[in-house]
C-alpha cells in the first residue's frame, strides 16, 4: 500500500525531529484515507461518480468531519521511536475498513 520510498521519507524525518515524523505520519494516512474515499465514489461503488472538483472537495469535508480529529489523537497518542511504521500501518488499515463499512 505504502512505499518503501515512502517509508524511507518518514524514517529520516523521525529521525530528524519526532514532531516532523508524526507530521509527515499525518500526512501519509490523510492522503491515503483520502484517496481511498475518492476511489469508493468513483469506480468503487455500484453508481460510480466521475471525478469532479466538487467531489474531491466534498471527500475531503466528509474526511475532515468523520475522521480527522480520530487519526490525528492517534497519531499524537503513538510513540514515534518504536514501532511507528507498523502503528501508522495499522491505522491506514483500520481506517479504511471503517470507510468501506460506512460508504454512503
Avoid at 22 to 34: P, Q
Avoid at 48 to 60: E, F, Y
Wanted: proline share 5%.
Amino acid at each position: 500500500m505504502i512505499t518503501s520510498f515512502t517509508w524511507q521519507i518518514l524514517f529520516i524525518a523521525r529521525d530528524a525531529s519526532p514532531p516532523a515524523g508524526r507530521y509527515l505520519g499525518a500526512y501519509i494516512v490523510d492522503l491515503t484515507c483520502v484517496l481511498h474515499l475518492l476511489f469508493q465514489d468513483t469506480v468503487g461503488s455500484e453508481q460510480p461518480k466521475d471525478l469532479s472538483p466538487d467531489l474531491i472537495s466534498g471527500v475531503i469535508q466528509r474526511y475532515k468531519s468523520e475522521s480527522l480529529f480520530r487519526v490525528h489523537n492517534r497519531i499524537r497518542e503513538m510513540g514515534v521511536l518504536k514501532g511507528f511504521k507498523e502503528k501508522i500501518a495499522e491505522l491506514i488499515r483500520e481506517e479504511v475498513a471503517v470507510s468501506s463499512l460506512t460508504d454512503p
